[in-house]
C-alpha cells in the first residue's frame, strides 16, 4: 500500500500563488507516475498535471490546458514528494487538489491512478 498526504492548500486572492506537496510513503517501489487531480463542487474530478517520478527520465510530464504556463509540476525523487507551483491563480482554480499515485503512464485520466491522497482544499477570491 501507498500513503498519499497533501499539504500547502489555503485561501488567497486571484493573481497569488500557492505551493501544494505530496509525501508518499510505504511501498513506493513501482509507482512511476504521481499527479494532480482537482474537484470543484458539482464538477467532476480533472487531472492537472502528472510527472514521471524516477530520476532516469526528467521534465516526463504534461499539464491539462487550463493550468499551462500558470502550474508547475516537480518531484524529488529521493524523498517521493511531488511539488505543484500554482502561480496567477484564478478563481475558477478553486477547488480539492487530490494526489495521485500509479504505474499506468503519463496520463491525466483518474482511472490511471491506483493510490489517492485525502485532498487539500485551494480557494482563490475575486
Known amino acids: 500500500q501507498v500513503q498519499l498526504v497533501e499539504s500547502g492548500g489555503g485561501s488567497v486572492q486571484a493573481g497569488g500563488s500557492l505551493r501544494l506537496s505530496c509525501v508518499a510513503s510505504?511501498?513506493?517501489?513501482?509507482?512511476?507516475?504521481m499527479a494532480w487531480f482537482r474537484q470543484a463542487p458539482g464538477k467532476e474530478r480533472e487531472g492537472v498535471a502528472t510527472?514521471?517520478?524516477?530520476?532516469?527520465?526528467?521534465?516526463?510530464?504534461t499539464y491539462a490546458d487550463s493550468v499551462k504556463g500558470r502550474f508547475t509540476i516537480s518531484r524529488d525523487s529521493a524523498h517521493h514528494t511531488v511539488s505543484l507551483q500554482m502561480n496567477s491563480l484564478r478563481p475558477e482554480d478553486t477547488a480539492m487538489y487530490y494526489c495521485a499515485a500509479g504505474d499506468r503512464g503519463l496520463a491525466l485520466a483518474a482511472d490511471r491512478y491506483t493510490f489517492w491522497g485525502r485532498g487539500t482544499q485551494v480557494t482563490v477570491s475575486s
Open positions: 510505504g511501498t513506493t517501489d513501482g509507482i512511476d507516475y
Open positions: 510527472i514521471y517520478v524516477p530520476q532516469s527520465f526528467t521534465n516526463f510530464l
